[in-house]
């Protein structure tokens, strides 16, 4: 028996002695989280609310505060509110009173120290932004106090941790409390946020966590474009998890944006401010997009027209990937666009999966049900170029239609809209186009010539590009458009373009001619810069996704 008693000894003792020492720090970490997460006033004095209320209620009748207890309470109270009587920190009488009552007890250095720190908490956890009576008055002096007396505090034997934490964070008892912090988390330098809710109570609720999402803000909005765009993916995550500040945080960042030497698409910046501001083109959502600037407004407005167009066909069409002819020939017009409407068939209209909610998410307040359609698997986008309005469908073997928009024989205001010769077929339609090549030419340079002159035949009326209600039908449809199956190239003169190339290498800016293949001719030169007038002149228009100059046809 002894003998078995001390085999046991012997295991348990090796087993001890390969056990690692206790991290009594994490421990305490966690134990400080937890109460940074549970603090009231009476959770740091160590003291329920109903004790401090007693010891306010006492300084107010007298004045005074008899004792180093009743001190540390109500120093810990200053943001506590009763009935009829408002918090210490907004009392425009009281509050000058209470700081010389505290400093009373200076000559006691740690039990003023408790003080301090008491006052601190009411420092950190007020909101100057919603300040009442004389809070925002009495919050400054209140920071002055505690920046003034800070260096004056007991630090002799062990300090406590928070000491510690106001000591490497004396900034926040200045009038640039959170700049620090901007760079410094945006690029993953440090993590200053634990320190602060551990050991001084500073929640995400506390003014200071609004501040440093400011900072953060600000700090990415002054990095040059490399660096920028190297930390917009986490901007972005810090606006979609602080709604409340989020517009502001949202507006500032897309205005940078649009500053950048190129604007290519940002897939997240887009589908974060169409979500959260709608669909940028349209007027009922300005109260939000004017926020930005106009031309960031319309750089927005491109790159949803841009997502849209390629999720229709990517997602809707028959084609799915690999109708890339028609992505590539709607995205060079996506400048001329001003408005899209989308025509779900029933298995788009219901598709549960992710991709088809988000598509439809950022398709919303132009969403139609489509009906007589064919198949339920057909869809029709919808879009408006100048005066006419142009109809494809995603299933094969369905012509582009074009009609007049001032005697549309459909209605898009409504909820649902029929796909055959009733709606977006009807007779009426001024031009249709198959999407079939012809012998030396292109399907696209047939769309291209058609979209062009019809342009240019409504160039001089007064047409509304504000989206009609489409009610009225034509009595009598106007004779469509022909166009020949089989046309020869419209030809280029020899004359305009040597001229137009000795421009372009006057100015020095490099070309890309796919003309005769179905493209366009794009001048790679500034948005803005000494040929811009001379190239809008010449009937160039910008297009964003490119960042170049693009030929109208």
């Known amino acids: 028996m002894t003998k078995l008693q001390q085999r046991l000894a012997d295991v348990g003792a090796a087993a001890f002695r390969d056990m690692p020492e206790p991290d009594l720090r994490i421990l305490k970490g966690h134990v400080q989280s937890l109460q940074a997460m549970l603090s009231g006033a009476g959770a740091g004095a160590g003291a329920s609310n109903d004790r401090i209320q007693t010891e306010i209620l006492r300084f107010r009748e007298t004045g005074?505060?008899?004792?180093?207890?009743?001190?540390?309470l109500v120093s810990w109270g200053t943001r506590l509110r009763s009935v009829g009587q408002p918090a210490l920190i907004e009392d425009g009488e009281r509050f000058d009173p209470l700081l010389s009552e505290i400093d009373a007890f200076r000559s006691m250095p740690r039990p003023y120290r408790r003080c301090w720190r008491g006052l601190l908490d009411g420092y950190v956890n007020y909101d100057p932004g919603n300040a009442r009576g004389a809070g925002d008055r009495n919050w400054r002096v209140l920071r002055e106090y505690l920046n003034d007396n800070l260096p004056q505090l007991e630090r002799s034997g062990q300090a406590p941790d928070w000491l510690a934490a106001i000591d490497d964070h004396a900034n926040l008892l200045t009038e640039d409390p959170c700049t620090r912090y901007g760079a410094?988390?945006?690029?993953g330098e440090g993590n200053p946020l634990e320190v602060l809710r551990r050991d001084l109570s500073a929640g995400d609720t506390s003014w200071i966590g609004q501040r440093i999402f400011?900072?953060?803000i600000e700090a990415a909005v002054r990095f040059d474009d490399r660096k920028f765009r190297?930390?917009?993916?986490?901007?972005?995550?810090?606006?979609?998890?602080?709604d409340v500040l989020a517009d502001h945080g949202l507006s500032r960042v897309l205005d940078r944006y649009s500053e950048c030497s190129s604007i290519e698409v940002d897939p997240a910046l887009c589908e974060t401010s169409v979500g959260r501001?709608?669909?940028?083109?349209?007027?009922?959502?300005?109260?939000?997009?004017?926020?930005?600037?106009?031309?960031?407004?319309?750089?927005?407005?491109?790159?949803?027209?841009?997502?849209?167009?390629?999720d229709f066909f990517n997602l809707l069409s028959a084609d799915g990937i690999n109708d890339q002819r028609r992505i590539n020939f709607w995205k060079r017009h996506v400048d001329q666009i001003s408005d899209m409407h989308f025509a779900l068939g029933d298995a788009a209209y219901r598709d549960p999966r992710p991709s088809f909610k988000t598509l439809r998410q950022?398709?919303?307040?132009?969403?139609?049900?489509?009906?007589?359609?064919?198949?339920?698997?057909n869809n029709a986008f919808i879009m408006r170029i100048a005066g006419h309005v142009y109809v494809e469908f995603g299933e094969e073997g369905n012509a582009m239609f074009a009609f007049d928009a001032a005697k549309l024989p459909f209605d898009l205001s409504k909820l649902q809209v029929a796909g055959n010769k009733t709606a977006l077929k009807h007779p009426s339609n001024v031009a249709r186009i198959i999407h079939k090549d012809g012998v030396g030419e292109r399907w696209e340079r047939k769309a291209?010539?058609?979209?062009?002159?019809?342009?240019?035949?409504?160039?001089?009326?007064q047409v509304s590009h504000t989206t009609p209600s489409y009610g009225a039908r034509p009595s009598a449809p106007p004779p469509p458009i022909t166009i020949s199956s089989n046309p020869s190239p419209a030809p280029r003169p020899a004359s305009a373009d040597s001229e137009l190339f000795a421009f372009f290498a006057k100015h020095g800016i490099k070309t890309a001619d796919s003309r005769d293949k179905g493209g366009s001719l794009w001048a790679y030169a500034p948005?803005?810069?000494?040929?811009?007038?001379e190239l809008t002149r010449r009937n160039f228009a910008w297009a964003e996704r490119r960042g170049a100059w693009y030929l109208r046809s």
């Open 184 to 187: 410094e988390l945006l690029t």
């Open 362 to 377: 950022m398709m919303k307040g132009r969403m139609l049900n489509l009906t007589n359609g064919g198949v339920s698997s």
């Open 527 to 533: 948005r803005f810069g000494p040929a811009t007038n």
């Open 277 to 310: 501001w709608g669909n940028p083109w349209l007027e009922r959502n300005d109260t939000l997009w004017t926020l930005v600037r106009p031309d960031t407004r319309r750089m927005v407005s491109s790159w949803h027209k841009l997502r849209l167009i390629e």
């Open 448 to 461: 291209d010539r058609l979209i062009a002159s019809l342009s240019a035949a409504r160039s001089g009326s």
């Open 214 to 216: 400011e900072a953060q």
């Open 230 to 242: 190297d930390v917009l993916p986490r901007v972005i995550g810090l606006i979609v998890e602080h």
């Open 64 to 72: 005074r505060l008899h004792d180093v207890r009743s001190a540390r």
